[in-house]
Every structure is written in C-alpha cells, then in structure tokens.
C-alpha cells in the first residue's frame, strides 16, 4: 500500500498538468485582470518570432465593414492602438468609453484605432457600436488571422504601436482610462 500511494500522486499529478495544458491549447478566454507583458509569441509565415517591445508590428491588412482596406504599415506616422475584442466580452465593453474617450482626445493628432472584433457578423458589431455611441474604427477579423498572428491570449487585447511602427506596449486585459493615457504618452 506504501507503494501505491506515491504511484497514484504522480498519476494525479501528471493528469493535472495534462488537464492544464489541455486548457491552456483551447484558445484564448475572456481575461479579466490585465497585465503589460514584454513579448508575445507569434507565428509569421511559419516561422517562430517575437512580438515584444521596442521591435516593428507584426503588418497586416484587414477589412472594415465598408469594404474598405486598412494595411497597418501604411499608418507609419501615426500613433496607432491595436484592440482585439468581442461583443460578448464584458472586459473589453467596459473599456470602450476609455478607447472612446482618447480617440476623440488625439484624432486631431494623427491617433489612429484599429478595433479587431473576433469573427462576428456585420450587423451585430454595427449595432454594438451604434447602441454605445462608439466613433472609432472597427475591422472584423472572420477568421482570428490577425488575432492569431498577434497571438492573442485572452480578449481584450491591445498593442500600442509608435509613428516609426515599433511596439511600444502589449496589454492584456481591460484597460482603465489612466493606462490608455500612459501607453499613448509614450507613442504620440
């Protein structure tokens, strides 16, 4: 029986760490404490890099719902947010009135918002953004490319990228007003 006992808590071990990354390998889940992170894994034409601090963006082009075009490298000049978020995600509903806020503040100043919705219908993002007097720009992502590009680990996700197109934060997580002035102090 001594013997035994040992045997069954490595077994028990073994299957909550297989459990656990078992989780972790089921895709992104609504983050509700953010957290500034140096570095993201990504995954850019098959081959392993780095997403962190002080390096370019990741480019990319996606589509507003106009039909329209937004290619990231074309907005070198600019301060830009990247915000990846849903409709059903109560974190990232919760920062828009501060996304909200610093857009209209620094539009005049060249500040750009690409807001990426995860694969949802037209209608539905619209009458998101209608139904709470949101201005700022919105792509919908219908396939996560971009999101899985950033490799994005929960929603709401945000990169703050400066005028040259280097990465000046990460965040994972709601954003308070305060800390959208913070990240954009440092790109504007």
């Not at 907005?75 to 919760?94: D, I, Q, S």
């Not at 828009?96 to 037209?122: C, H, L, N, R, T």
């Amino acid at each position: 029986m001594r013997k035994i006992v040992p045997l069954i808590l490595v077994v028990a071990g073994i299957a909550l760490l297989i459990a656990g990354l078992l989780l972790l390998k089921s895709g992104p889940a609504e983050t509700t404490q953010g957290i500034a992170i140096g570095q993201v894994a990504l995954v850019s034409d098959g081959s392993k890099t780095l997403v962190e601090k002080g390096v370019p963006a990741p480019d990319f082009e996606i589509k507003y719902p106009d039909g329209s075009k937004v290619l990231l490298s074309d907005l070198k000049g600019k301060p830009v947010l990247v915000n990846f978020w849903a409709t059903w995600c109560k974190f990232c509903e919760a920062e828009m009135p501060a996304i909200q806020a610093a857009y209209e503040k620094y539009k005049a100043q060249g500040f750009v918002v690409i807001a990426i919705d995860s694969k949802e219908s037209k209608r539905t993002v619209a009458n998101f953004f209608s139904d709470r007097g949101l201005t700022f720009p919105v792509a919908i992502d219908p396939t996560d490319a971009v999101f899985r590009r950033y490799r994005g680990s929960g929603w709401p996700h945000s990169v703050f990228v400066d005028k040259q197109g280097i990465v000046s934060e990460i965040y994972i997580g709601q954003m308070s007003a305060s800390q959208i002035e913070k990240f954009l102090a440092a790109i504007r």
